[in-house]
């Protein structure tokens, strides 16, 4: 995977328009009915990264951050004010916020994943790229201590125990973390007399598989 580990400035990414995207393949059926079947098995970010410019200077530092992307080749880290934390948006990280995983006293290695719950039905989302130092482990009610019980791969969103947890432990994590994506288009078109006057370029983001 062609990625930077480099972070979108924050503070223009704190204005942008985007959300989850799906895909579902419906097919109208004679009588009436439709089938509906989805290929993907994970939703897809999608965002406009115009929407977040405030100044001229803004403008030129997207224009950086795009060219030494080299546009469309290069991924990079994106920060969801909407959707950026293990815990609800008023509450801080804490170290129970998402059951991860149960130990079974032989696996050590576990991918942080994030639980959307809506009535009975819930969605689990892969965590690839959490924000360094803000990860917190527990096993059961007994929080751990990073390098010291367990490693994270900020890369891939893995924890690393250095014991296995024991057979039948809940795994909880809290984090922080931000979205893999990259520009969507080959081109940035903008305009000053435009900008000035308050139209601001489409920058289109896309969330990308790591």
């Known amino acids: 995977m062609q990625f930077h580990e480099v972070l979108f400035p924050p503070n223009l990414s704190f204005g942008a328009l985007g959300g989850p995207q799906r895909r579902v393949d419906v ?5 009436g009915y439709e089938e509906r079947n989805t290929p993907w098995a994970h939703s897809r970010r999608v965002y406009d990264a ?4 405030r100044s001229l200077d803004d403008l030129e530092n997207v224009i950086g951050f795009y060219e030494a ?3 469309q080749m290069y991924g990079f880290r994106w920060k969801d004010w909407a959707d950026y934390k293990s815990a609800r948006p008023s509450r801080e990280v804490t ?3 998402q059951q991860i995983a149960t130990g079974d006293g032989v696996t050590t290695e576990f991918q942080l994943i994030k639980t959307y719950r809506s009535g009975v039905h819930s969605y689990a989302r892969p965590i690839e790229k959490p924000v360094a130092g803000s990860v917190v482990i527990s096993v059961e009610q007994d929080q751990l201590s990073e390098s010291v019980d367990f490693e994270v791969d900020t890369t891939r969103g893995l924890i ?3 014991h296995a947890p024991d057979p039948d432990t809940r795994v909880y994590a809290g984090y922080e973390f931000d979205v893999p994506v990259r520009f969507d288009s080959d081109r940035i078109q903008a305009s000053v007399a435009s900008f000035q006057a308050g139209q601001v370029p489409d920058i289109p983001v896309i969330e990308v598989r790591v």
């Open 50 to 53: 115009g929407l977040g410019l």
């Open 160 to 162: 690393r125990f250095n």
């Open 27 to 31: 097919v109208p059926l004679s009588n």
């Open 69 to 71: 992307r080299y546009g």
């Open 95 to 97: 170290s129970e916020d």
